[in-house]
Protein backbone atom coordinates (compact mmCIF):
# COMPACT_ATOMS: atom_id res chain seq x y z
CA UNK A 1 0.00 0.00 0.00
CA UNK A 2 1.29 3.48 -1.00
CA UNK A 3 1.83 6.02 1.87
CA UNK A 4 -0.91 8.01 0.75
CA UNK A 5 -3.59 5.21 1.16
CA UNK A 6 -2.46 4.33 3.88
CA UNK A 7 -2.35 7.62 5.87
CA UNK A 8 -5.98 8.23 4.40
CA UNK A 9 -7.13 4.04 5.98
CA UNK A 10 -5.52 5.15 9.30
CA UNK A 11 -7.77 8.47 9.17
CA UNK A 12 -10.78 6.31 8.58
CA UNK A 13 -10.10 4.15 11.42
CA UNK A 14 -8.89 6.21 14.42
CA UNK A 15 -11.04 7.56 16.89
CA UNK A 16 -10.00 10.20 18.98
CA UNK A 17 -11.66 11.23 21.99
CA UNK A 18 -13.44 14.67 21.65
CA UNK A 19 -12.47 16.26 25.28
CA UNK A 20 -9.99 18.87 26.24
CA UNK A 21 -8.45 19.85 28.94
CA UNK A 22 -6.75 23.42 30.22
CA UNK A 23 -2.86 23.76 30.49
CA UNK A 24 -0.92 26.40 31.69
CA UNK A 25 0.46 28.58 28.99
CA UNK A 26 3.43 27.16 29.18
CA UNK A 27 2.69 23.92 27.82
CA UNK A 28 0.38 25.55 24.97
CA UNK A 29 2.29 25.83 22.00
CA UNK A 30 1.61 23.39 19.44
CA UNK A 31 -1.71 22.23 20.76
CA UNK A 32 -5.58 22.79 19.55
CA UNK A 33 -7.85 25.37 20.48
CA UNK A 34 -11.08 23.85 21.81
CA UNK A 35 -12.82 27.08 22.12
CA UNK A 36 -12.86 30.64 20.34
CA UNK A 37 -10.61 32.84 22.43
CA UNK A 38 -12.36 36.42 22.90
CA UNK A 39 -10.61 39.67 23.53
CA UNK A 40 -11.25 40.79 27.12
CA UNK A 41 -8.98 43.97 26.71
CA UNK A 42 -8.27 46.61 24.17
CA UNK A 43 -4.71 46.43 22.42
CA UNK A 44 -3.30 48.81 22.54
CA UNK A 45 -5.39 49.47 25.99
CA UNK A 46 -4.48 53.21 25.60
CA UNK A 47 -3.09 55.38 22.80
CA UNK A 48 0.66 55.39 23.47
CA UNK A 49 3.91 56.13 21.46
CA UNK A 50 5.11 53.04 19.16
CA UNK A 51 8.83 54.67 19.34
CA UNK A 52 10.87 57.00 21.54
CA UNK A 53 10.50 60.55 20.00
CA UNK A 54 8.58 63.88 20.50
CA UNK A 55 4.52 64.11 20.79
CA UNK A 56 3.52 66.89 18.92
CA UNK A 57 0.38 68.55 16.57
CA UNK A 58 0.79 67.68 12.93
CA UNK A 59 -0.76 70.87 11.81
CA UNK A 60 2.43 73.26 13.96
CA UNK A 61 5.02 71.33 12.53
CA UNK A 62 6.01 74.77 10.44
CA UNK A 63 7.51 76.48 14.10
CA UNK A 64 9.79 74.66 16.64
CA UNK A 65 8.39 72.73 19.44
CA UNK A 66 8.70 73.36 22.71
CA UNK A 67 9.81 70.54 24.93
CA UNK A 68 7.55 71.08 28.40
CA UNK A 69 7.57 67.70 29.78
CA UNK A 70 9.06 63.48 29.30
CA UNK A 71 6.57 60.83 29.17
CA UNK A 72 7.89 57.46 30.66
CA UNK A 73 6.08 53.87 29.46
CA UNK A 74 4.40 52.60 32.79
CA UNK A 75 3.41 56.58 33.90
CA UNK A 76 -0.54 56.55 34.56
CA UNK A 77 -1.45 60.55 33.98
CA UNK A 78 -1.80 61.34 30.69
CA UNK A 79 -0.17 64.92 30.09
CA UNK A 80 -1.50 67.65 27.75
CA UNK A 81 0.14 69.94 25.44
CA UNK A 82 -0.28 73.35 24.33
CA UNK A 83 0.13 75.33 21.06
CA UNK A 84 3.66 74.73 19.64
CA UNK A 85 4.12 72.61 22.84
CA UNK A 86 5.86 69.11 22.78
CA UNK A 87 6.45 66.04 25.23
CA UNK A 88 9.40 64.01 25.23
CA UNK A 89 8.20 60.15 24.83
CA UNK A 90 9.34 57.08 25.35
CA UNK A 91 7.67 53.55 23.50
CA UNK A 92 4.89 52.81 25.11
CA UNK A 93 4.13 55.91 27.06
CA UNK A 94 0.54 57.66 26.99
CA UNK A 95 0.06 60.20 24.33
CA UNK A 96 -0.45 63.42 25.67
CA UNK A 97 -3.73 64.99 25.21
CA UNK A 98 -3.38 67.60 22.21
CA UNK A 99 -1.08 65.07 20.31
CA UNK A 100 -1.42 63.29 17.14
CA UNK A 101 2.53 62.61 16.09
CA UNK A 102 5.33 61.40 17.29
CA UNK A 103 9.04 62.86 15.58
CA UNK A 104 11.32 59.99 15.72
CA UNK A 105 14.43 61.34 18.37
CA UNK A 106 16.99 60.73 15.38
CA UNK A 107 15.18 63.09 12.56
CA UNK A 108 14.82 65.86 14.47
CA UNK A 109 16.87 68.39 15.42
CA UNK A 110 17.25 69.89 18.89
CA UNK A 111 17.96 73.59 20.32
CA UNK A 112 17.96 73.90 23.73
CA UNK A 113 14.65 73.66 25.00
CA UNK A 114 13.43 73.72 21.60
CA UNK A 115 12.75 71.09 18.49
CA UNK A 116 12.71 70.92 14.70
CA UNK A 117 10.06 68.71 13.15
CA UNK A 118 11.60 67.09 10.00
CA UNK A 119 10.51 67.53 6.40
CA UNK A 120 8.75 63.87 5.94
CA UNK A 121 6.89 64.02 8.88
CA UNK A 122 3.75 62.28 8.50
CA UNK A 123 -0.10 63.57 10.34
CA UNK A 124 -0.20 60.23 12.71
CA UNK A 125 3.02 58.83 12.26
CA UNK A 126 4.05 56.34 15.44
CA UNK A 127 0.57 56.88 17.29
CA UNK A 128 -0.77 53.62 18.10
CA UNK A 129 -4.31 53.85 18.86
CA UNK A 130 -6.39 52.53 21.67
CA UNK A 131 -8.16 49.12 20.08
CA UNK A 132 -6.26 49.48 16.56
CA UNK A 133 -5.22 45.25 17.36
CA UNK A 134 -8.11 43.79 19.21
CA UNK A 135 -11.12 44.80 20.91
CA UNK A 136 -12.69 43.81 23.20
CA UNK A 137 -15.70 40.99 22.51
CA UNK A 138 -13.61 40.42 18.99
CA UNK A 139 -12.62 36.85 17.84
CA UNK A 140 -9.25 36.90 18.17
CA UNK A 141 -8.64 33.31 17.80
CA UNK A 142 -11.03 30.41 16.36
CA UNK A 143 -11.56 27.02 17.90
CA UNK A 144 -9.93 23.75 15.98
CA UNK A 145 -7.00 26.80 15.49
CA UNK A 146 -3.04 25.31 16.35
CA UNK A 147 -1.42 27.21 18.67
CA UNK A 148 1.93 28.95 17.28
CA UNK A 149 4.30 30.80 18.93
CA UNK A 150 2.57 34.13 17.54
CA UNK A 151 -0.52 33.40 19.07
CA UNK A 152 0.97 32.11 22.71
CA UNK A 153 2.22 35.68 22.40
CA UNK A 154 -1.48 37.23 22.12
CA UNK A 155 -2.35 34.99 24.75
CA UNK A 156 -0.30 36.28 27.48
CA UNK A 157 -1.12 40.00 26.26
CA UNK A 158 -4.80 39.13 27.08
CA UNK A 159 -4.08 38.41 30.55
CA UNK A 160 -4.42 34.53 29.80
CA UNK A 161 -2.18 32.13 31.53
CA UNK A 162 -4.28 29.04 30.99
CA UNK A 163 -5.99 28.04 28.26
CA UNK A 164 -8.70 25.49 27.18
CA UNK A 165 -7.48 22.84 24.59
CA UNK A 166 -8.34 20.05 22.78
CA UNK A 167 -6.72 16.43 24.71
CA UNK A 168 -4.08 14.81 22.45
CA UNK A 169 -4.15 11.09 22.08
CA UNK A 170 -2.58 9.07 24.32
CA UNK A 171 0.74 7.52 22.77
CA UNK A 172 2.60 4.62 23.92
CA UNK A 173 6.42 3.62 22.58
CA UNK A 174 7.64 0.48 22.91
CA UNK A 175 10.90 -0.85 20.93
CA UNK A 176 11.07 -4.90 20.32
CA UNK A 177 13.88 -7.62 20.24
CA UNK A 178 16.03 -9.76 21.84
CA UNK A 179 18.86 -7.77 21.21
CA UNK A 180 18.21 -4.64 22.47
CA UNK A 181 19.20 -2.32 25.67
CA UNK A 182 18.78 0.83 26.73
CA UNK A 183 21.33 3.89 26.17
CA UNK A 184 22.26 4.13 29.82
CA UNK A 185 22.76 0.28 30.15
CA UNK A 186 26.04 -1.52 28.81
CA UNK A 187 25.89 -2.79 25.36
CA UNK A 188 27.83 -6.07 24.44
CA UNK A 189 29.48 -6.20 21.05
CA UNK A 190 26.17 -8.91 19.90
CA UNK A 191 23.49 -5.97 21.72
CA UNK A 192 22.00 -3.00 20.00
CA UNK A 193 21.43 0.23 21.83
CA UNK A 194 17.35 1.61 21.71
CA UNK A 195 17.89 4.00 19.12
CA UNK A 196 14.32 4.07 17.71
CA UNK A 197 12.25 4.51 20.69
CA UNK A 198 14.40 8.15 21.04
CA UNK A 199 13.99 8.54 17.58
CA UNK A 200 10.26 8.54 17.52
CA UNK A 201 9.49 10.16 20.61
CA UNK A 202 11.64 13.37 19.41
CA UNK A 203 9.62 13.46 16.53
CA UNK A 204 6.04 13.76 18.33
CA UNK A 205 7.63 16.18 20.42
CA UNK A 206 8.41 17.78 17.18
CA UNK A 207 4.77 18.36 16.70
CA UNK A 208 4.30 19.21 20.25
CA UNK A 209 2.82 15.85 21.06
CA UNK A 210 3.47 14.27 24.27
CA UNK A 211 4.58 10.26 24.70
CA UNK A 212 5.56 7.42 26.82
CA UNK A 213 7.93 5.80 26.45
CA UNK A 214 7.21 1.99 27.87
CA UNK A 215 10.04 -0.57 27.37
CA UNK A 216 11.66 -2.84 25.40
CA UNK A 217 9.60 -6.05 24.48
CA UNK A 218 11.29 -9.60 24.41
CA UNK A 219 10.75 -12.25 21.40
CA UNK A 220 8.47 -14.09 23.17
CA UNK A 221 4.53 -14.21 22.44
CA UNK A 222 3.57 -14.09 26.25
CA UNK A 223 5.80 -11.13 26.31
CA UNK A 224 4.03 -9.30 23.43
CA UNK A 225 0.75 -9.99 24.32
CA UNK A 226 1.21 -8.80 28.07
CA UNK A 227 2.64 -5.59 26.68
CA UNK A 228 0.21 -4.55 24.61
CA UNK A 229 -2.56 -6.20 26.92
CA UNK A 230 -0.58 -3.50 29.64
CA UNK A 231 -1.06 -0.50 26.45
CA UNK A 232 -4.56 -1.05 25.83
CA UNK A 233 -6.01 2.68 27.69
CA UNK A 234 -3.63 4.04 25.48
CA UNK A 235 -5.14 5.19 21.90
CA UNK A 236 -2.09 4.53 19.61
CA UNK A 237 0.84 2.23 20.70
CA UNK A 238 4.14 2.48 18.48
CA UNK A 239 6.37 -0.33 18.55
CA UNK A 240 9.54 -0.86 16.43
CA UNK A 241 10.70 -4.03 15.44
CA UNK A 242 8.82 -7.28 14.97
CA UNK A 243 7.33 -5.43 11.34
CA UNK A 244 9.39 -8.21 9.21
CA UNK A 245 8.07 -11.78 8.94
CA UNK A 246 9.89 -14.54 10.45
CA UNK A 247 9.94 -17.07 12.84
CA UNK A 248 10.30 -15.27 15.89
CA UNK A 249 7.95 -12.38 14.94
CA UNK A 250 5.12 -13.03 17.49
CA UNK A 251 3.28 -9.75 16.52
CA UNK A 252 0.76 -10.21 14.00
CA UNK A 253 0.03 -13.84 15.96
CA UNK A 254 -0.43 -11.58 19.88
CA UNK A 255 -2.68 -8.89 17.92
CA UNK A 256 -5.10 -11.19 16.23
CA UNK A 257 -5.63 -13.12 19.47
CA UNK A 258 -6.15 -9.40 21.64
CA UNK A 259 -8.83 -8.92 18.64
CA UNK A 260 -7.24 -6.25 16.58
CA UNK A 261 -7.61 -6.13 12.91
CA UNK A 262 -4.75 -5.42 10.23
CA UNK A 263 -5.25 -2.16 8.06
CA UNK A 264 -2.38 -2.78 6.04
CA UNK A 265 0.36 -5.38 6.38
CA UNK A 266 3.02 -3.73 4.27
CA UNK A 267 4.16 0.16 2.32
CA UNK A 268 5.39 0.44 -0.92
CA UNK A 269 8.46 2.78 0.44
CA UNK A 270 11.97 2.32 0.62
CA UNK A 271 12.93 2.01 3.35
CA UNK A 272 9.93 1.14 5.18
CA UNK A 273 8.59 -2.46 3.54
CA UNK A 274 7.44 -4.30 6.47
CA UNK A 275 5.24 -1.46 8.30
CA UNK A 276 2.13 -2.71 9.44
CA UNK A 277 -0.70 -0.85 11.17
CA UNK A 278 -3.65 -2.42 13.65
CA UNK A 279 -6.55 -1.30 14.88
CA UNK A 280 -9.19 -1.98 17.95
CA UNK A 281 -12.17 -0.06 18.64
CA UNK A 282 -10.97 3.23 17.19
CA UNK A 283 -6.82 2.57 18.97
CA UNK A 284 -4.16 2.09 16.61
CA UNK A 285 -1.09 -0.17 16.96
CA UNK A 286 1.75 0.79 14.81
CA UNK A 287 4.15 -1.91 14.43
CA UNK A 288 7.40 -0.68 12.71
CA UNK A 289 10.50 -1.91 11.05
CA UNK A 290 13.59 -2.32 13.54
CA UNK A 291 16.23 -0.73 11.28
CA UNK A 292 16.51 3.00 12.57
CA UNK A 293 15.91 4.77 9.12
CA UNK A 294 12.88 2.87 8.23
CA UNK A 295 10.96 3.11 11.75
CA UNK A 296 12.06 7.51 11.71
CA UNK A 297 10.78 7.73 8.47
CA UNK A 298 7.35 5.73 8.67
CA UNK A 299 6.60 7.67 11.68
CA UNK A 300 7.17 11.11 9.80
CA UNK A 301 4.74 9.47 7.04
CA UNK A 302 2.37 8.04 9.01
CA UNK A 303 1.92 8.95 12.51
CA UNK A 304 2.77 13.07 12.44
CA UNK A 305 0.26 14.22 9.41
CA UNK A 306 -2.06 11.56 11.30
CA UNK A 307 -2.04 13.77 14.75
CA UNK A 308 -1.25 16.89 12.89
CA UNK A 309 -2.01 18.56 9.10
CA UNK A 310 0.65 20.24 6.82
CA UNK A 311 3.17 19.50 9.99
CA UNK A 312 6.00 19.31 7.27
CA UNK A 313 7.80 22.28 6.12
CA UNK A 314 7.93 21.66 2.31
CA UNK A 315 10.03 24.10 -0.50
CA UNK A 316 11.00 23.90 -4.09
CA UNK A 317 14.51 23.09 -5.39
CA UNK A 318 16.81 21.70 -8.24
CA UNK A 319 18.05 18.64 -8.26
CA UNK A 320 21.58 18.81 -8.61
CA UNK A 321 22.54 15.05 -10.02
CA UNK A 322 20.99 12.15 -12.08
CA UNK A 323 19.40 9.91 -9.38
CA UNK A 324 18.62 5.87 -10.27
CA UNK A 325 15.36 5.00 -8.21
CA UNK A 326 13.27 1.50 -8.52
CA UNK A 327 9.92 2.33 -9.70
CA UNK A 328 6.93 0.82 -8.63
CA UNK A 329 7.45 2.38 -4.94
CA UNK A 330 7.86 5.32 -3.64
CA UNK A 331 11.83 5.87 -2.55
CA UNK A 332 13.29 8.47 0.01
CA UNK A 333 16.14 10.39 -0.43
CA UNK A 334 17.89 12.15 2.14
CA UNK A 335 20.50 14.99 0.88
CA UNK A 336 21.27 18.93 1.39
CA UNK A 337 20.55 22.20 -0.36
CA UNK A 338 23.54 24.10 -1.51
CA UNK A 339 23.21 27.38 -4.13
CA UNK A 340 19.73 26.47 -4.09
CA UNK A 341 20.20 22.64 -5.37
CA UNK A 342 19.24 19.15 -3.50
CA UNK A 343 22.20 17.42 -3.41
CA UNK A 344 21.40 13.52 -2.21
CA UNK A 345 23.54 12.52 0.29
CA UNK A 346 26.20 9.72 -0.30
CA UNK A 347 24.54 9.89 -4.58
CA UNK A 348 21.50 8.50 -2.86
CA UNK A 349 23.18 5.42 -1.47
CA UNK A 350 21.92 4.06 1.90
CA UNK A 351 21.18 0.77 4.11
CA UNK A 352 17.58 1.26 5.95
CA UNK A 353 19.46 0.83 9.15
CA UNK A 354 21.72 3.78 8.49
CA UNK A 355 21.59 6.84 11.12
CA UNK A 356 24.23 8.52 9.92
CA UNK A 357 22.74 8.89 6.74
CA UNK A 358 19.88 10.79 8.09
CA UNK A 359 22.01 13.10 10.45
CA UNK A 360 24.18 14.22 7.65
CA UNK A 361 21.34 15.29 6.18
CA UNK A 362 18.53 17.98 6.10
CA UNK A 363 15.92 17.45 3.17
CA UNK A 364 13.95 14.36 1.90
CA UNK A 365 13.20 13.81 -1.73
CA UNK A 366 9.95 11.56 -2.13
CA UNK A 367 9.97 9.84 -5.85
CA UNK A 368 6.62 8.94 -7.01
CA UNK A 369 6.06 5.12 -8.00
CA UNK A 370 6.51 5.87 -11.37
CA UNK A 371 9.49 6.64 -11.27
CA UNK A 372 13.24 5.01 -11.80
CA UNK A 373 14.93 8.32 -12.86
CA UNK A 374 15.46 11.66 -11.19
CA UNK A 375 16.67 13.73 -14.01
CA UNK A 376 20.00 16.44 -13.19
CA UNK A 377 18.06 20.09 -12.82
CA UNK A 378 14.44 18.80 -12.84
CA UNK A 379 12.15 20.77 -10.33
CA UNK A 380 11.61 18.86 -7.26
CA UNK A 381 10.01 19.29 -4.17
CA UNK A 382 11.42 18.79 -0.36
CA UNK A 383 10.54 17.89 2.81
CA UNK A 384 12.41 19.60 5.54
CA UNK A 385 13.83 17.25 7.93
CA UNK A 386 12.38 17.41 11.96
Known amino acids: MLANDALEALKAKFKPKNESEILPLSEALGKTLANDVIAVKDLPCFDNSALDGF ?67 KKGDAYRFKGEEAKIGEILLKSGEILNTRSVMMLAAQGISFIDVKKQPSIAVYSSGNEIIEPWQRASEDEIYNANA ?137 G ?18 MIDHILKSTFMFLTSPDQSEILQNSEISIIKLP
Do not use: W
Request: neutral net charge; contains cysteine.
Open 55 to 121: AVKFYEKDKPYKIIASAFAGDKEQLSIGKNECVKIMTGAKMPKGADTVMRFEDCIVEGEFVKAPEKL
Open 336 to 353: NIENDKFIATNCGKYGSG
Open 198 to 334: FGITALLSSISQKSSYIGIIKDELSAVKEAFLNAAHYDIVICSGGASAGEADFMKIALSELGYNEIFSHLDIRPGRPCKAYEKDGRLVFILPGNPMAAYLCTMMLVLPLLKEDCFVMQNATNAQNLKVKSGRINAIF
